[in-house]
């Protein structure tokens, strides 16, 4: 299994979790598919596009599970990030945990307590 992430704002999380699926953030709905990155990403993707938010949740998915349709394909420096061209549907989660901001960065490794 290869996990890819997908970050969302507490209220598109709610959103999704209310509704079983979701066509994504404003910016996926624009694009035509739902963004995701690697673990070796996901922490840029939060620092670019997620600067200084509290509130988010880190989603993981099994790549495999996702296809056919998730495609890789070129975006930030040439990078091949994984883009899901349908919904994503709530059964498709691995796992969800918050993605708190401490001193001013994501942490993508909270403690539990």
């Not at 709905?29 to 596009?49: L, M, R």
């Not at 993981?60 to 990078?79: F, I, M, T």
Request: with cysteine.
């Amino acid at each position: 299994m290869t996990l890819i992430y997908k970050i969302f704002r507490e209220d598109e999380y709610a959103d999704f979790l209310r509704a079983g699926e979701t066509a994504g953030a404003p910016i996926d709905v624009a694009d035509g598919y739902i963004h995701f990155s690697t673990p070796e990403q996901a922490e840029e993707t939060a620092a670019k596009h997620f600067a200084g938010e509290d509130g988010l949740m880190l989603v993981a998915c099994d790549d495999a599970a996702l296809a056919p349709d998730l495609k890789w394909e070129p975006s930030r420096g040439g990078a091949l990030f994984p883009h899901l061209y349908r919904r994503l549907r709530t059964d498709d989660v691995a796992w969800a945990q918050k993605l708190p901001l401490e001193g001013g960065r994501h942490n993508f490794n909270p403690s539990e307590g």
